[in-house]
């Protein structure tokens, strides 16, 4: 879990070092490890004996929580539970957060899992207790037969219910409950097909709750404040979160009534992100066109929308991947023909994620490029293919952080949960091997069936979910290249930006933030 990149990561979170005005990359909402251990209990609302101590504010009244994992977890652990980007601390925010008052009465601290947390700045909480349940999710992963850490993990999935009804009432522990729920507690079980409604309406709820804590919902917050304040996360993800609840509610379980409620409800939500100058909407119309590449090039995000109508005509490297289909295919179908060959290459090179899918093996990976350089032991299996690529700017000399090119296999009955990619970026598909049924990603408010030997392309940092109902694995040839609209970043020799990049720039390069470079990856 050491050579962690960022390819599967959430999108990444720009903090401001106004002197350099330059945007130091934070670890990402969204953290993802490949659901390898036993599915947590049934949520309760009570906090278990065995790892609570309750801290009492003036009057008796309870206010804060000290969750104490036992056994096999050590909360003073060097170890992170994701490889995230290297940055200098700064205070944050820039500004007192809203309603605070210096001179209120003092109230004990927030300590949870021998930690810590503020009653202010969130995000610093929301990194604490990621960190805090990513130490004892990993640890029963990499020992699932430790009754100790097992009884840790089952007493977290236990408070994260008791813990959500109180950052209710501390809004400085919304943002990072809302995302421990979203990360680890999406599936009813480690082999559901069904999402926990529950936890998807109660962190769509407490992100609600964080964007007031921010003062992200004050239509004269500076566009400046906003970024730093991560409002445009915040406000993404409350819709991706309200909405998929909305939409299974209404597609899946055709519960009408539950469906309306929570509809009604983001119909608000979206309403209200309407009004606000810095909303980074294009056209306003529908929640699902929320995406991040519009901070960027929202030109280009404007004309294509999350899928590319002419992909042939707009990206060179889509044709050169269907001319090129009968070798890639052959290296495909030589790897396969290994026993155990495509596991093992995904051992070694798959990224860290959290609840991505109800299985861990529901999407499996074979990563030939990363941040511009070739992984040998991918190569090695099928070098016609990596000398393709390595011929192609938009893969080789593409350095983003977020970029890498390889197979995806997803197995039959497989799924994806609703998510956002990294941006700068943009993502090309390849259809290798795609059997019969119901095998369909839904990217914003479009949705995408793949071909053999054709191209797909979709801008993924639009919330984008997969299905695979049918009965044979489906694999892909996968490039996360650099945005065509970069001007320098996956470029050749005297290429220039296509036409459709044309117009305003981005509140990113507006204000002059640009992602630093993530930190060299460790060996593993």
């Known amino acids: 879990l050491s050579s962690r990149s960022p390819e599967l990561q959430g999108h990444q979170m720009p903090r401001v070092d106004k002197k350099r005005r330059r945007c130091h990359v934070m670890p990402p909402l969204q953290p993802r490890c490949g659901w390898r251990g036993r599915?947590?209990?049934?949520?309760?609302?009570?906090?278990?004996?065995?790892?609570l101590t309750a801290a009492l504010a003036p009057g008796g009244r309870?206010?804060?929580?000290?969750?104490?994992?036992?056994?096999?977890?050590?909360?003073?652990?060097?170890?992170?539970?994701?490889?995230?980007?290297?940055?200098?601390?700064?205070?944050?925010?820039?500004?007192?957060?809203?309603?605070?008052?210096?001179?209120?009465?003092?109230?004990?601290?927030?300590?949870?899992?021998?930690?810590?947390?503020?009653?202010?700045?969130?995000?610093?909480?929301?990194?604490?207790?990621?960190?805090?349940?990513?130490?004892?999710?990993?640890?029963?992963?990499?020992?699932?037969?430790d009754a100790s850490v097992e009884a840790a993990w089952q007493g977290l999935s236990s408070d994260i219910?008791?813990?959500?009804?109180?950052?209710?009432?501390?809004?400085?522990?919304?943002?990072?409950?809302?995302?421990?729920?979203?990360?680890?507690?999406?599936?009813?079980?480690?082999?559901?097909?069904?999402?926990?409604?529950?936890?998807?309406?109660?962190?769509?709820?407490?992100?609600?709750?964080?964007?007031?804590?921010?003062?992200c919902r004050d239509p004269q917050l500076p566009a400046m404040e906003w970024y730093i304040r991560q409002c445009h996360l915040r406000w993404r993800y409350?819709?991706?979160?309200?909405?998929?609840?909305?939409?299974?509610?209404?597609?899946?379980?055709?519960d009408v009534a539950a469906a309306a409620r929570v509809l009604v409800q983001l119909r608000g939500f979206f309403g209200e992100l309407r009004q606000l100058p810095n909303s980074g909407l294009l056209h306003g119309v529908v929640p699902h066109e929320?995406?991040?590449?519009?901070?960027?090039y929202p030109a280009a995000v404007s004309r294509q929308g999350p899928v590319w109508k002419s992909p042939l005509q707009d990206l060179p490297v889509a044709g050169f991947l269907e001319a090129n289909f009968a070798t890639i295919r052959g290296e495909l179908d030589a790897i396969l023909a290994s026993k155990g060959a495509f596991r093992s290459l995904d051992e070694q090179t798959r990224n860290a994620e959290t609840q991505f899918g109800p299985r861990g093996d529901d999407w499996l990976t074979a990563?030939?490029?990363?941040?511009?350089?070739?992984?040998?032991?991918?190569?090695?299996?099928?070098?016609?293919?990596?000398?393709?690529?390595?011929?192609?700017?938009?893969?080789?000399?593409?350095?983003?952080?977020?970029?890498?090119?390889?197979?995806?296999?997803m197995r039959p009955g497989g799924r994806l949960k609703p998510h956002f990619g990294n941006a700068p970026r943009l993502s090309v598909?390849?259809?290798?091997?795609?059997?019969?049924?119901e095998i369909r990603m839904n990217v914003g408010y479009e949705t995408v069936r793949w071909e053999e030997g054709k191209v797909v392309v979709f801008d993924d940092t639009f919330?984008?979910?997969?299905?695979?109902?049918?009965?044979?694995?489906?694999?892909?040839?996968?490039?996360?290249?650099?945005?065509?609209?970069?001007?320098?970043?996956?470029?050749?020799?005297?290429?220039?930006?296509?036409?459709?990049?044309?117009?305003?720039?981005?509140?990113?390069?507006?204000?002059?933030?640009?992602?630093?470079?993530?930190?060299q990856q460790q060996s593993a």
């Open 367 to 409: 990563y030939m490029f990363r941040k511009g350089e070739a992984i040998p032991s991918v190569c090695a299996r099928a070098p016609r293919t990596c000398e393709l690529l390595q011929s192609r700017p938009e893969v080789a000399g593409c350095k983003a952080g977020g970029s890498g090119a390889g197979f995806l296999r």
């Open 429 to 437: 598909h390849l259809g290798l091997i795609v059997p019969d049924g």
């Open 290 to 296: 929320v995406n991040f590449n519009a901070d960027y």
């Open 39 to 51: 599915w947590p209990r049934a949520a309760s609302t009570a906090w278990p004996a065995w790892c």
């Open 161 to 215: 219910w008791s813990l959500a009804e109180h950052a209710m009432q501390v809004p400085a522990l919304a943002l990072s409950v809302a995302m421990c729920l979203y990360n680890y507690f999406w599936w009813e079980g480690p082999h559901s097909l069904e999402p926990r409604m529950e936890s998807g309406w109660t962190a769509a709820q407490l992100m609600h709750v964080a964007l007031g804590h921010a003062g």
């Open 463 to 519: 919330i984008h979910q997969v299905v695979h109902n049918g009965v044979e694995p489906r694999y892909v040839m996968n490039l996360w290249m650099c945005h065509p609209c970069d001007p320098e970043d996956g470029k050749g020799p005297g290429e220039r930006v296509p036409a459709y990049c044309d117009g305003p720039p981005g509140m990113m390069h507006q204000l002059g933030l640009q992602p630093l470079p993530p930190r």
């Open 238 to 254: 409350l819709l991706m979160l309200a909405g998929e609840v909305g939409r299974h509610l209404a597609v899946q379980r055709r």
């Open 62 to 145: 309870r206010v804060a929580a000290q969750v104490v994992p036992t056994g096999g977890v050590n909360a003073g652990s060097e170890g992170e539970p994701w490889d995230s980007p290297g940055m200098p601390r700064q205070a944050f925010p820039t500004q007192a957060w809203p309603g605070h008052q210096s001179g209120m009465q003092a109230l004990p601290p927030l300590v949870i899992g021998g930690v810590e947390f503020s009653r202010e700045d969130d995000i610093e909480n929301m990194e604490k207790l990621s960190e805090l349940f990513g130490r004892v999710f990993y640890t029963s992963i990499l020992a699932p037969g």
